[in-house]
Nanobody
Framework: QVQLVESGGGLVQPGGSLSVSCTAS????????MGWYRQAPGNQRELVAT???????NYADSVKGRFTISRDNAKNTVWMQMNNLKPEDTAVYYC????????????????WGQGTLVTVSS
């Protein structure tokens, strides 16, 4: 199977920066889109940023100009650099990947990481 493991969350003051990363491992044939979603207490999970295998990116309006998503296809890893963080960015951040899994045909399978908490507070 496939596992996504995130790292890099933590506590940061407003205006500060933080980077999160996610590495996929297991029976991977290839990975299509990768992305980050977040869920704040009492809210639904929302898209933060996505990146295609070719490097095209998409951002939520609330993070444009502050967050940057990137990936290394050879390492099955996606990062997100978060700058000028605001208290409203506080949430659990989840990594997402659309994966072709070995032995499971050619259909893309959606996989999620366990989440990493980002807290923006003074």
């Amino acid at each position: 199977q496939v596992q996504l493991v995130e790292s890099g969350g933590g506590l940061v003051q407003p205006g500060g920066s933080l980077s999160v990363s996610c590495t996929a491992s297991g029976s991977i044939v290839s990975i299509n889109n990768m992305g980050w979603y977040r869920q704040a207490p009492g809210n639904q999970r929302e898209l933060v940023a996505t990146i295609t295998r070719g490097g095209s990116t998409n951002y939520a309006d609330s993070v444009k100009g502050r967050f940057t998503i990137s990936r290394d296809n050879a390492k099955n890893t996606v990062w997100m650099q978060m700058n000028n963080l605001k208290p409203e960015d506080t949430a659990v951040y989840y990594c997402n990947a659309a994966v072709i899994v070995a032995g499971m045909g050619s259909r893309l399978r959606e996989r999620w990481g366990q989440g990493t908490l980002v807290t923006v507070s003074s």
